[in-house]
Nanobody, 118 residues
Framework: VQLQASGGGLVQPGGSLRLSCAAS????????MGWYRQAPGKQRELVAV???????NYADSVKGRFTVSRDNAKNTVFLQMNSLKPDDTAVYYC?????????????WGQGTVVTVFS
């Protein structure tokens, strides 16, 4: 499975960006898709994740500003980022987690850079 992310860029504080990530393989019976980010000198952290049925979870730092969504027919996950702050600057990685019984597999995209500057 390959994940192709796009949509990063440069934006001023208060601006918006939309990230997209498409998975190469179609259909997973049960899966989560989502986004993580890693800022310079920091560990990778969860930003948002969404399940097959549309239930989503967010990091506290992005609640109310970011919205994760997915198109199951196109195996694509999106991250709409509004009211961006300099602290949102990071490399954003899309993630696909597939489940099989009690085990799971993680797949990662190549990362897309988001820079929020004033």
């Amino acid at each position: 499975v390959q994940l192709q992310a796009s949509g990063g860029g440069l934006v001023q504080p208060g601006g918006s960006l939309r990230l997209s990530c498409a998975a190469s393989r179609s259909r997973f019976s049960i899966s989560n898709m989502g986004w993580y980010r890693q800022a310079p000198g920091k560990q990778r952290e969860l930003v948002a994740v969404i399940g097959n049925g549309g239930n989503a979870n967010y990091a506290d730092s992005v609640k109310g500003r970011f919205t994760v969504s997915r198109d199951n027919a196109k195996n694509t996950v999106f991250l709409q980022m509004n009211s961006l702050k300099p602290d949102d600057t990071a490399v954003y990685y899309c993630n696909l987690r597939t489940f099989s019984g009690s085990s799971y597999n993680d797949y990662w995209g190549q990362g897309t850079v988001v820079t929020v500057f004033s």
